[in-house]
């Protein structure tokens, strides 16, 4: 996981302009972009005091669409030379990647992939934070050897090896088990719930169920794929929770029983919301939605020559899975549960997403269920 020193500050505004003309953005386009980051000034303001102006000679500005939007353009190149290994952006948060046979090759694949991007990082006049720069290892061995060999940066410094990464707003740990992401999620909920438990007096039905919505399932759905296999010890702690907002809203006593508490609201169990976003997720890869290498893992199956009932349906590969760590995988568990509803969807040709969305909630095929 690779961090910048203020990514958004030190872009250079003419390797900038040279990149925007290689992309082929017109010169009056370039001209245009080229005089809004000129002649611009900052100062510091504290209650009615303002320091002096002073002029800016480089960076984009923070806060505006435009800014991540001409960082992006700036970096776009930033992975092109890289050949030995996989790269992610977003904004100014880059992940490099790469696997092995073991930590050695896998490691010796991520070092040559560093160096290339920290010597494009240096023609960018971009500055590399190697303290906030972090390894972390995967491995489904159940020991991790002793010692393993580290990334270094071109000054030689040592790459710190973590064993929990937040990226993106999720905690990450070495072993995907998301506990530490769990954990953490139920605890600042929890503190959620006690100020709501305070005043559960103040708000009625209808605004404690908006004051949960916005709150509550917003923070709980984001992300939740990624952990919906994780154990059932963790996935309890979550639904410990959810079940907790719903009392506040229902005013029920601590023994209710859930299934009353998703009546009285109107409200599924997450295991039900997390199985529909699910199904949302397959279905935007199927409409091409999704980024390349996710909807790439799905491919239709080929229709038989002879009459079958089902050959009129839009069905999925399924690749041989021999463990059940290998069914976990996308590219199993995505076709499998796609074939798997299509028992009850009989979807044959691919319709809007709203209209599938629409389709998930017919009474007969509701995955929402309570």
Not at 227 to 251: E, G, P, W
């Amino acid at each position: 996981m690779q961090d910048l020193s203020k990514a958004f500050d030190t872009v250079d505004h003419a390797i900038l302009k040279h990149r925007l003309l290689s992309l082929g953005l017109s010169r009056h386009v370039v001209s245009w972009f080229t005089n809004y980051l000129s002649d611009r000034t900052q100062c510091i303001k504290c209650e009615n005091l303002c320091s002096e102006l002073l002029n800016i000679h480089t960076g984009v500005p923070q806060g505006s669409i435009l800014g991540p939007l001409l960082f992006i353009m700036y970096i776009n190149d930033l992975g092109q030379n890289v050949s030995n290994a996989s790269m992610h952006f977003y904004a100014d948060d880059t992940v490099i990647y790469s696997f092995g046979s073991n930590f050695e090759k896998a490691i010796e694949s991520l070092q040559k992939a560093f160096d290339v991007v920290q010597h494009t990082l240096l023609e960018l006049k971009l500055v590399l934070n190697a303290e906030k720069t972090k390894l972390m290892l995967f491995s489904n061995m159940k020991r991790f050897p002793q010692t393993v060999p580290l990334v270094s940066t071109l000054e030689g410094n040592l790459i710190e090896v973590v064993h929990t990464y937040k990226y993106l707003g999720f905690l990450i740990d070495d072993s995907l088990t998301f506990k530490p992401h769990i954990d953490n999620l139920v605890k600042k909920l929890k503190l959620k719930l006690g100020f709501f438990f305070r005043n559960k007096f103040c708000f009625s039905f209808e605004t404690k169920k908006r004051l949960v919505n916005a709150t509550f399932l917003s923070v709980l759905d984001y992300g939740d794929l990624l952990y919906m296999n994780a154990s059932a010890q963790c996935l309890h702690k979550i639904d410990s929770v959810y079940h907790a907002s719903l009392r506040f809203i229902t005013n029920c006593r601590a023994l209710t029983h859930c299934c009353d508490l998703y009546a009285r609201v109107g409200w599924p169990s997450l295991s039900s919301r997390r199985f529909a976003h699910w199904c949302i997720f397959i279905y935007k890869a199927l409409l091409g939605q999704m980024p390349t290498y996710i909807c790439d893992l799905l491919t239709r199956r080929s229709t038989v020559s002879y009459s079958l009932r089902s050959s009129d349906l839009l069905l999925l590969n399924v690749p041989f899975a021999r463990t059940e760590l290998g069914k976990r995988a996308f590219t199993y568990a995505a076709p499998f549960t796609w074939n798997m509803m299509q028992k009850d969807w009989k979807i044959a040709d691919l319709i809007s997403l709203n209209a599938f969305k629409s389709r998930l909630r017919e009474p007969e095929k509701n995955v929402f269920k309570m």
